[in-house]
């Protein structure tokens, strides 16, 4: 006699076989994970992790399917129909539910019918985040169906009924937890704590209107969909207050239409690409890299393509995507939080006008409310304010005045110091061809060397200028200005390791100096921010200034100097330079709130006062115009000192770790094109013969091994 196989044994048994059967199949897939990893540039630099967990996506969504395909062979006894009938199931359990809730009647209910379909928990682990919901979901929709299996084999509607209400009721409990397992090497998709917090405690729904979208080339396609992931994590911690939308704008109807315009109130203008065909010629497409978070009736618009000079068009794109965490939640912030801080630009000492700092503080103002004033040597006015900006001054400060600046530090405030060592400027060459570079007494030289710098006496000159017109014509004829560079000009590169100038363009200065760090204050640190080329030299004061340098080629030798610093960030607690010093007679301030030490603070310093100045043209008429900052007349291109000033400012106002988000390094993966090119053949070879072998093996051994373990012995 025999003992009956209970039901469950039989559905079990079933699915058990059919997903081994996936998992034989899925085997020689590995080769493809080594022929990558081996084409590499270089060998092995590929994410192990991400692969992985888009391995375990697979056999997950491979186990529901198998499940689907049990249920369906159990409803008909003709294998055709439960095969037609299987992949209909999947199709709509994968796609079924996101197209229902395209449809405008069930836009209240859109994202829990989008979460009941196997796509969107799908999508999360093949990318290489595993997480508990989604594992929850398939072996959910495992579990139904077999239990239908077992329910259409043996009945039982009591034990079915409990099995579905068993799997609503744990979905439903771990809907709101959140744990997960970032698999990726760099944890590309696990957000920030303080991005987390920010997202969990928004109050406002926030709409994103993404114009990423349409035909895309590879590099840009993998910019879209990272768009897309960024955004799905960020729905994960806002719940219900973020979603979004993808719009073609190039397309003939209402939703492009209104991209258009809503990009042209922004003023966004599309970015031509080119591409090279095979047969020589030049496509091109417009890609419109951008997109706009909207709260009722504000919006701000988000450009999401980093355009660094001297970067490849992968690199660039690489950098986009790092900075999508960051551009998110600055927007967002902007959008939801209502407080504006204060910050202030100092005046009384000759410091630029406002009007020639008026591109910058429009784009302050986004920020915080920007005021302007002298506090004489009350440090108490200073108070309110997150920054003070000190923009080229030009006279003595007074000691009251350095009094009431250096309270205001030992307070916990920060500085961004923008200070010229050396008194020249172009505009003293419009008159003459040439002036004398002498040093700029603005007695500050002990306040900064007790923070721990020392801005020197000197003008830096580099190979990597800027470009000045200048008049080539003889005398007598009309002007012709030709482009030349000027060495007094240096292009400073940005330090790629600093939040403050991560992706940030060259900056260009205008008659700069050197500056030191000084003395081994332990409670303070210190990096550079900017530095000029590998070929610069220093010119010790006085300096002689010619417009006849414009005449002479540099010649690399003659400039021995690299990296020389330009500008460094402190952060810390810094000594006071009136500590052991009385007071000036002139400041009235209470003697108890004063500090010799510092409480924690940041400060950051500048030898060079016009890299926040704006160029203004017709500046003596009723209707001056602005060049904005950082933009080049000459040649038509703009630096980066509009973002690393607004990047300053920021950073020194940033108390919770927002600007750290801009340090996210994303490692760059390409494959090795020589590689490629020369044993191509090779790996085709392999990648589609080796697997097709490894199955005829296992066909042709599998019948031997069940013959030899089954089959009857004569």
């Known amino acids: 006699m025999t003992r009956p196989v209970p039901a469950w044994q039989i559905v079990t048994g079933k699915f058990l076989a059919g997903f081994t059967l996936v ?108 997480d508990l919901r989604d594992i929850v979901y398939f072996f959910g929709v495992m579990m139904v169906f077999l239990g239908m299996t077992r329910l259409k084999l043996k009945g039982g509607k009591t034990h079915f009924f409990l099995l579905i209400s068993g799997v609503i009721v744990v979905n439903i409990l771990i809907s709101n937890i959140i744990i997960r397992a970032d698999l990726t090497q760099e944890k590309r998709f696990t957000l920030a704590g303080i991005t987390k917090n920010f997202l969990s405690e928004m109050e406002t729904p926030v709409f994103a209107h993404v114009y990423l979208e349409g035909d895309l080339n590879a590099g840009f396609e993998r910019l879209s969909r990272s768009v897309k992931e960024k955004l799905d994590e960020f729905g994960i911690y806002a719940g219900n207050n973020l979603d979004y939308q993808f719009v073609d704008p190039t397309k003939d109807n209402d939703d492009a239409k209104g991209a258009l315009e809503r990009m042209e109130d922004h003023d966004l203008s599309p970015v031509p690409v080119y591409e090279a065909k095979e047969d020589g010629s030049r496509k091109r497409t417009l890609v419109y890299p951008y997109l706009v978070f ?141 002036t004398v570079g002498l040093p700029l007494d603005l007695n500050l030289n002990d306040q900064l060397f007790r923070y721990g710098f020392r801005i020197n006496a000197d003008l ?6 800027g470009l000045i017109p200048v008049n080539v014509a003889p005398p007598g004829q009309s002007s012709r200005f030709v482009p030349m560079p000027w060495i007094f000009n240096p292009i400073l590169n940005t330090n790629s390791m600093h939040p ?150 920021n950073y020194l106002t940033d108390d919770e770790g927002w600007m750290d988000l801009r340090t996210r390094n994303y490692q760059l993966r390409l494959l090795d094109r020589d590689k490629v090119a020369n044993e191509s053949n090779f790996w085709k070879w392999l990648n589609m013969g080796l697997p097709l072998l490894l199955v005829i093996i296992a066909g042709v051994i599998a019948p031997i091994i069940r013959k030899w373990r089954y089959g009857r012995q004569n």
Not at 399 to 421: C, H, N, S, T
Not at 460 to 465: F, K, N, P, S
């Open 460 to 465: 830096v000159q580099d190979v990597q200028a």
């Open 294 to 434: 909207q709260k009722d009736s504000f919006e701000i618009a988000v450009n999401l393509l980093e355009n660094m000079p001297g970067l490849s068009g992968a690199e660039n794109l690489n950098a986009s995507i790092e900075e999508l965490e960051y551009k998110f939640t600055d927007a967002m912030r902007r959008l939801t939080v209502n407080d504006q801080r204060k910050i202030a630009f100092l005046e009384g000492h000759g410091e630029l006008g406002e009007i020639d700092v008026i591109d910058i503080t429009k784009e302050l103002s986004k920020y915080y409310q920007v005021d302007r004033g002298n506090p004489g040597g009350n440090p108490e006015m200073l108070q309110p304010y997150e920054a003070v900006i000190i923009a080229r001054p030009t006279q003595e400060f007074t000691e009251p005045e350095k009094f009431a600046i250096d309270q205001y530090i030992m307070q916990g405030g920060r500085v961004l110091w923008l200070i010229d060592a050396i008194n020249a400027s172009m505009d003293s060459l419009r008159h003459t061809s040439q």
């Open 500 to 649: 403050v100038t991560r992706n940030v363009k060259p900056v260009r200065a205008e008659f700069a100096s050197s500056v030191d760090t000084v003395g081994e204050n332990l409670e303070t640190t210190s990096a550079p921010l900017l530095q000029t080329s590998r070929h610069s030299r220093i010119m010790q004061s006085p300096v002689y200034i010619s417009l006849a340098h414009v005449q002479e080629e540099p010649i690399r030798e003659n400039f021995p100097q690299s990296f020389i610093p330009m500008a460094y960030v402190s952060e810390g607690r810094f000594p006071s330079v009136f500590a052991h010093r009385p007071v000036p007679p002139e400041s009235n301030y209470p003697t108890h709130k004063r500090r010799d030490i510092s409480k924690p603070t940041k400060m950051i310093v500048v030898a060079d006062g016009d890299i926040i100045k704006n160029e203004v043209r017709r500046r003596e008429t009723s209707n001056p115009r602005i060049v904005p900052l950082g933009f080049d007349e000459v040649t038509n291109q703009t630096y980066g000192n509009k973002q690393f000033i607004l990047n300053a400012v």
């Open 23 to 130: 998992i034989l199949s899925l085997l020689p897939t590995l080769i493809y994970f080594y022929s990558v990893s081996h084409l590499a540039q270089p060998a092995g630099n590929i994410d192990a992790g991400a692969i992985w967990g888009s391995y375990i996506g697979l056999l997950l969504l491979a186990g529901a399917y198998v499940a689907i395909g049990i249920f369906t062979s159990s409803i008909t006894e003709n294998q055709i129909v439960a095969f037609v009938l299987a992949a209909l199931f999947s199709f709509l359990f994968y796609s079924g539910f996101n197209a229902l809730a395209s449809i405008p009647f069930f836009n209240g209910i859109d994202t829990f019918l989008i979460s009941l379909g196997i796509d969107a928990h799908y999508q999360s682990i093949s990318r290489g985040v595993v």
